[in-house]
């Protein structure tokens, strides 16, 4: 996995939304499943919104949140209410901080940013019907995004809707699983061409709702 390099711009963009993020978390070595906790970097992030249409009222949950840079930088460039999921109780603790300096720096209260953050484990959580923008930083291992696109699929079933992966920096077993759903399709492909790593982008695959289809 490519390693991050913590530019003025990244401290910068931090800065600008109240918020610490620019680190890397690492593991104890017990949760052999479970990746490090690594911030997308701002520079993808901007070009991926750029290009990004999301579906109508999204609702976005962020897989392996850590100290919830993507929650933060989609409510403030799309107004994207949204769930932060994180195993770890330290990331968690400091995602809850995070939240209450970007409700400052917005001059909100915390209980009016329409984020919150959820301390469990990603394939124990079942998707609400709302639920429509899914996003992965390759958060953990193959069998545990089996997993979860399971609850996803079931939640879908439930309550048809459109519905986006966006996945960064994917395994090619996550393309595997996605496929072998037959449920989504690829729309788009945002290259991070700075870096020269076929791996260094987004992927965005959507489900249309089934009545929807002609759109």
């Known amino acids: 996995m490519a390693e991050i390099t913590f530019t003025k711009k990244e401290i910068e963009n931090d800065r600008m939304l109240g ?13 052999f499943d479970y990746h490090r906790g690594e911030p997308t970097p701002y520079r993808a992030l901007e070009v991926l919104i750029d290009a990004y249409d999301p579906p109508e009222d999204p609702f976005l949950i962020d ?4 100290l919830g840079r993507i929650n933060f ?21 400091r995602a809850g901080v995070n939240k209450e300096k970007y409700a400052l720096k917005k001059g909100l209260s ?13 394939e124990e959580y079942f998707p609400p019907p709302h639920a429509n923008v899914f996003y992965f930083f390759h958060p953990f291992s193959d069998w545990i995004f089996r ?9 879908i079933d439930e309550r048809d809707r459109t519905v986006d992966l966006l996945l960064y920096y994917p395994s090619f077993q996550y393309f595997q699983a996605i496929e072998s759903s037959g449920m989504f399709e690829e729309i ?27 759109e």
């Open 19 to 31: 918020i610490h993020t620019c680190e890397i978390q690492e593991w104890d070595g017990v949760m």
């Open 63 to 66: 897989y392996g949140s850590a």
């Open 73 to 93: 930088y989609f409510h403030h460039r799309l107004q994207m209410p949204g769930i932060g999921l994180e195993v770890d109780r330290d990331r968690f603790y």
């Open 110 to 122: 915390s209980d009016d940013v329409s984020i919150d953050f959820l301390e469990l484990k990603a």
């Open 147 to 155: 997993l979860v696109m399971g609850q996803i699929l079931r939640s």
């Open 188 to 214: 788009l492909f945002v290259d991070c061409g700075w870096n020269k790593d076929p791996r260094d982008g987004f992927w965005v695959f959507r489900h249309q709702q089934e009545n929807n289809l002609s």
